[in-house]
């Protein structure tokens, strides 16, 4: 099974600034033969259900703003909210769809300093 | 409008059974691999099961493997969880969402808000 870890646990950053969250599979989810990674990201805030950010790694699903990027490879992944604003407070989750049984990395809190 | 209710959770005593539904509208269920994911109170997502766009296939979790079914009925657009046995540790919010379909990957997109089940004596 694929073990997804997330650093930080919790994370506290001044609107505006950068806020970074990494997501690291135990085994790579690079489907080599199309090149794609099968990593995703949610986010997800209190009461109500998870809402897909990004897919394939890198590709911002349609109306999530452009703060939002996500990169990486292989087995190591990042979240990048370029610059903090006060709806983005939720916690974060990556979730890798390269195999069942799918899973999730454990969630990054993140809050305003 | 891409739409997902999940309906049929209720409180439950341990060893009970439950059958949950998950009715979608505004897009072609039929093409759709669909998901149940859950979330136990105050902790992160956990993948329960999958089932292909027609019903033929279908995955579980370890932890719920032998003792939850996932069916589907396309003509109606409803999603299904049969689950047996059930356990203080199956309680949860249970979210139906789509998984993929011939042009796109297994991630989990759109979701329904969810329903909660809480078995407890």
């Known amino acids: 099974d694929i073990v997804m870890t997330q650093s930080p646990d919790s994370l506290a950053v001044s609107l505006g600034e950068r806020a970074t969250i990494n997501c690291k599979s135990s085994?790579?989810?690079?489907?080599?033969?199309?090149?794609?990674?099968?990593l995703a990201w949610y986010q997800q805030k209190p009461g109500q259900p998870p809402k897909l950010l990004i897919h394939s790694a890198s590709t911002r699903e349609s109306g999530v703003p452009d703060r939002f990027s996500g990169s990486g490879s292989g087995t190591d992944f990042t979240l990048t909210i370029s610059s903090l604003q006060a709806e983005d407070v939720a916690v974060y989750y990556c979730?890798?769809?390269?195999?069942?049984?799918?899973?999730f990395g454990q969630g990054t809190k993140l809050a305003i300093k | 409008e891409v739409q997902l209710v999940e309906s049929g959770g209720v409180l439950v005593q341990p060893g009970g059974s439950l059958r949950l539904s998950c009715a979608a509208s505004?897009?072609?269920?039929?093409?759709?691999?669909m998901s149940w994911v859950r979330q136990a109170p105050g902790k992160g997502l956990e993948w329960v099961s999958t089932i292909s766009h027609s019903g033929g296939s279908t995955y579980y979790a370890d932890s719920v493997k032998g003792r939850f079914t996932m069916s589907r009925d396309n003509p109606k657009s409803t999603l299904y969880l049969q689950m047996n046995s059930l356990r203080a540790e199956d309680t949860a919010v249970y979210y139906c969402a789509g998984t993929g379909t011939y042009n796109r990957g297994d991630w989990f997109d759109p979701w329904g808000q969810g329903t909660l089940v809480t078995v407890s004596s």
């Open positions: 979730q890798q769809y390269y195999t069942t049984p799918y899973s």
């Open positions: 505004g897009f072609t269920f039929s093409s759709f691999a």
């Open positions: 085994q790579s989810v690079l489907y080599t033969s199309n090149n794609k990674n099968y």
